[in-house]
């Protein structure tokens, strides 16, 4: 089970092979636990295909935003490479831009 303090410790990022079950309002979708510090994703751990129920909320625009923090896992498997890679490439992506950001408006 992931578990953080102030973002440190356990969580999961990525999200593929969705799968929504609006009949018995759920979802199915691979995922991969991460070793995280500051909400970083920093080291991949463990890659699951896990379900759980959908709650949904309405954003703005009045479209469905689903989140839900309980989950069962349906199986472990093996790190999925390829989500982890993109995993890496969003953060770290984000944050190489965000500093160039900062960089260039000091100047």
């Not at 973002?7 to 593929?16: L, V």
């Not at 070793?35 to 703005?60: E, H, M």
Request: charged share 20%.
């Amino acid at each position: 089970m992931p578990s953080s303090t102030n973002g440190c410790g356990t969580r999961h990022f990525g999200k593929s092979n969705y799968v929504e079950d609006k009949e018995n309002e759920a979802e199915e979708l691979d995922t991969t636990l991460w070793i995280s510090i500051f909400w970083l994703p920093i080291i991949p751990l463990k890659s699951y295909r896990i379900k759980q129920p959908i709650w949904y909320v309405r954003n703005a625009e009045n479209l469905p935003i689903s989140y839900s923090f309980n989950f069962t896992v349906v199986k472990k498997q093996s790190l999925n490479w390829l989500q982890i890679f993109k995993t890496y490439l969003i953060v770290y992506g984000i944050c190489l831009l965000a500093a160039f950001i900062a960089f260039v408006r000091s100047q």
